[in-house]
């Protein structure tokens, strides 16, 4: 499994930005979808945005999409989630996930990262 460590959460007025990391270990990640989820209060886990570690390509969810962009950095074996023009409805705990390319289930999560967004 791969382990992961996110960071960047905080406390942020609506219209602005916050970048959240997850540092990934324990495996080469070439063949890993990176993948980042929340969790409001009260709200199922809902699918924010995915990166296919190999080659870039990138997926966001239609409640993101044009305000966050995944991103990753190779040398640091780090995915990045850049939240831009933050709403108070983007309040969750963000979770990062690894799942290999060989499935669709995502095995590997880590402990997450509270996003508050105050209007």
């Known amino acids: 499994q791969v382990h992961l460590v996110e960071s960047g959460g905080g406390l942020v007025q609506a219209g602005g930005s916050l970048r959240l990391s997850c540092a990934a270990s324990?495996?080469?990640?070439?063949?890993?979808?990176m993948g980042w989820f929340r969790q409001a209060p009260g709200k199922e886990r809902e699918y924010v945005a995915s990166?296919?570690?190999?080659?870039?390509?990138?997926i966001h969810a239609k409640s993101v999409k044009g305000r966050f962009t995944i991103s990753k950095d190779n040398a640091k074996n780090t995915v990045y989630l850049q939240m831009n023009s933050l709403k108070p409805e983007d309040t969750a705990v963000y979770y990062c996930?690894?799942?290999?390319?060989?499935?669709?289930?995502?095995?590997?999560w880590g402990q997450g990262t509270q996003v508050t967004v105050s209007s």
């Open positions: 990166i296919r570690w190999s080659n870039g390509y990138t």
């Open positions: 996930a690894a799942r290999t390319v060989q499935t669709n289930e995502y095995g590997s």
């Open positions: 324990g495996r080469t990640l070439s063949d890993y979808y």
